[in-house]
């Protein structure tokens, strides 16, 4: 199977306003996505929205058919047509008046089914100008263990129907749950080139700075530059988040992690090995923001910025709109 596991050593150091530095280990599913209804049988413990330990719901990731606060698609994506929905590729355009009519007593009322998590990752590259359609998508996360969710990043690796790496998603989830995706463009090297790395086991990297414009931590604030450096999984795992103000790095995050078979017996041991996985990161996220805020580090307000949090799924009730007084 392409899908694995990957043991990791997570690192995150603050360089500015005050030094912190922490370092634990966790494990993350690398799933690839065409795969999904194999796992169950060849991972005792997985599910697919079961009551196993680890259960992979397909809602959990991209919810790219619901409300996107404010509103609006990313600048480099084409608005959809008024009454269409936001997976449109896989509606088609908007029937006529006429088959409307005709369907009226035969089609059942109601939106439209929910593309499968593949299928919107695919529209969500197309409204990048990148085709996916016949390749792979490997999903790097961690699926609900025991009902519980929390992953502050998954990472989507894409390749087209060759086997060339042809982009990188980095979806990135809040304390909040509100979930914000980055796109990461195909590297600059030619397709032949990176198709032919790939074949040699070279991992290809896919980059991108932006400006973050979602609340993440209380100790940055809402404009600092998210730089992505995401390097396709193969034996090993490799990457690198940074946050920048101006030319300044201020914090960097690291993921690295050494490839293991996805197997039964191999998913019990690391179950073992790190019991209550989830719990241990949102307890970590809240433990470590405790000493930042002993080291007086400046807090950010989530409720400070509205205006300024752009292109978020999921939007927490601090960023809803309130009836005037």
Known sequence: MNSCLYECHVLHARFAPRQHRFLYRIFLFAIDLDELEILPRTAGLFSLGGRTIYS???SDFMPTGEPLYPGDFPSTAPAPRAGEPLDSQLTGPPASAATKSSDATTRPEGPPPRPKLKQRVVNYAARHGVDLTGGRIVLVTLPRVFGY???P????????????????IAEVTNTFREIKPYFLAPPAQPIAAASQAATNGAPTAFHLRAPKYFYVSPFSDVDVAFDFTLRTPAAKLSVQIDDYIGVDRTLTSTVSGTRHELTASRLAWFTCKYPMITL????????QAFRLWCKRVPWFSKAARPN??????????????????
């Open 149 to 151: 969710l929390f992953n």
């Open 153 to 168: 990043v998954s990472f989507y690796f894409c390749y087209d129907r060759t086997g060339a790496p042809a982009a990188a």
């Open 56 to 58: 992979f719901h397909d």
């Open 308 to 325: 300024d949090q752009r292109e978020i799924y999921r939007p927490h009730q601090t960023l809803q709109p309130t009836d005037a007084a």
């Open 280 to 287: 241990r990161i949102i307890t970590a996220i809240h433990w």
